[in-house]
């Protein structure tokens, strides 16, 4: 039986393109027992721990379950809808000129 335990980590920036925020993230993840074992892109990578990392887990200043670092996801989709509101509000005054 695998002793061990994995988990995903997402990142909706390149967080994981450089190498600095990557051993940032890393070091964080440490704290709870988690290795890199392997990186997808600049956007994802995996983690894995033993199982037995689990008992110090309510004594970490972090979640050691966390799957997503930098910007929340909340902030990034709300960041896109305003671009996205500026963007056809200035395509509707254009073509409105356009017009006149």
């Known amino acids: ?31 709870a027992g988690w290795e890199l074992e392997e990186k997808y892109d600049s956007y994802k990578i995996r983690v894995g721990r033993d199982k037995s990392a689990r008992a110090d ?9 966390r799957t997503n670092v930098g910007v929340n996801n909340a902030l990034y989709l709300a960041g896109a809808a305003i671009v996205t509101i500026i963007v056809i509000y200035a395509i509707i005054q254009a073509a409105a000129m356009s017009v006149v």
């Open 1 to 31: 039986m695998d002793n061990r335990e994995y988990k995903v980590i997402t990142s909706n920036t390149p967080s994981f393109a450089s190498k600095e925020k990557m051993q940032q993230i890393l070091a964080e993840e440490a704290q």
């Open 57 to 65: 887990d309510s004594s970490l200043s972090i979640d050691p379950y």
